[in-house]
Structure formats: C-alpha cells, structure tokens
C-alpha cells in the first residue's frame, strides 16, 4: 500500500513566489521526515528534514512545517528562485531500532519561471 | 566530500541479458541501498544491505539480486533482463544510526 501521498505532482511558479508541497501519511510509527531534492542528471541530495516532536523546521528559503495529528507535513520554500526548478522527494522513517529504510513519495516536479 | 559512484550512466541490454549494475561508496558506510525511479511513480526500494554479504527485501525485490562481498561495494544483478526493467537505477549508502542516504548519480538502463 502507498505509505505516504505527495502533491501536487506538478508545480508552477513565479519567481519570488511561495512553492508548496504537501505530504500525507497513514501510519503513526515513522518518526523522521526528510524531503529530498533532485536536479536533472543527478541523484536526490537531503534538502532539510523534521522528526515528530517539532512542529516547524526552517533552513534559509526552505520550510517544513509538521501536523502529526493530521499526520501531515508540507515543504514551504519562500522567494523560489529559478535555481529551484527540480524534483521534490518527501520521505519517511519507520521508527526503531535497527530501522534504516526510508518510504519515499511520487514526486513533485517544481518549475520556477522568471 | 561524499562520494556514491554509479559504474555507468547509461546502459543498453537485450531482453534475457544478465546485467550487473554496480555501486562504489567512498564514506566507510554500513548501509547501502538499490532504488528504481520511474516517472510518476517516486523512488522504489529494490534491496538493501546494512553489512557486508547481507541483504534484505525492499519493495519491488522481483527480478533482481544483489551482491556485497565488500563494505565499499554493492551490485544489482538482473538475472535475465526484461523490458519492464527498463529504468533509472539508483545506488544511495548511509552511515550506520545516521537517516541521511547520499546517493549516486543514477544509471539509466534501457532494455531492448
């Protein structure tokens, strides 16, 4: 079964607009939530990751803000920039000891136009 | 720096073929990761490994094996290629306790 819901599958945004990317999950026990960034040619690169006991998480431009109730979490990025254009991962972490997978979303494809 | 280094970017095989696919990681890491990624459908867990010669099931393990007779090393064995393994492979490690994977440029295999 799909662990984890991503969209929207595709964005488009204006440059110096807000870029949203929402998460939803069904199962309780993860308990790490990192969102991946894929350029064109290259392999995904941790962009910023939450665990469950924060609400809020902020690095420069990129946001994610977490709903453990609703069991959603979303990546803000502010003022996008064309340099942004890329492929957003969330992910998750299936909490314990020993637990090293992580579930990954569909993918959402972000373009920033000038 | 980090460094997962994918053996080739692109690969074309005929349908039947034995490919081998292979993944060098530079960090001394344990843990090492096979994923296929595919329009529409994200990053899939094919196999992992969190030691030298063990493996586990990922999601979608059908089809494939995996090797790891090193630490550094972990290969993903098509035992007989079909079209529906036509994909983008990527190889990812991280470190033992540590969430963060570090992955590879990917090798994009076409097969025929």
């Not at chain 1, 993918?107 to 920033?112: D, H, Y």
């Amino acid at each position: 079964q799909q662990q984890v819901k991503q969209s929207p599958q595709s964005l488009i945004v204006q440059k110096g607009g807000i870029s949203i990317i929402n998460c939803a999950y069904e199962n309780t026990a993860f308990d790490y939530f990192p969102w991946y960034q894929q350029f064109p040619g290259k392999g995904p690169a941790l962009l910023i990751a939450i665990r469950p006991d924060v609400s809020e998480k902020k690095e420069g431009r990129f946001t994610i803000s977490f709903n453990k109730s609703a069991k959603q979490f979303s990546l803000h990025i502010m003022d996008s920039q064309p340099g942004d254009s890329a492929t957003y991962f969330c992910a998750l972490r299936q909490g314990g000891a020993g637990s090293y997978q992580l579930t990954f979303g569909k993918g959402t494809k972000l373009s920033v136009i000038p | 720096d980090v460094k997962v280094t994918q053996s080739s970017r692109y690969l074309v095989k005929r349908t039947g073929e034995k490919v081998f696919l292979e993944c060098v990681q530079d960090m001394d890491h344990e843990n090492m990761f096979w994923y296929r990624q595919d329009p529409g459908l994200g990053l899939r867990l094919i196999y992992f490994s969190y030691d030298v010669k063990m493996k586990e099931k990922g999601d979608i393990p059908e089809g494939y094996s995996v090797s790891r007779e090193k630490k550094e090393r972990f290969s993903l064995i098509l035992e007989s290629a079909s079209t529906n393994q036509t994909s983008m492979y990527l190889c990812a490690s991280s470190l033992l306790g540590n969430n963060i994977q570090y992955f590879g440029a990917g090798t994009r295999l076409s097969v025929l």
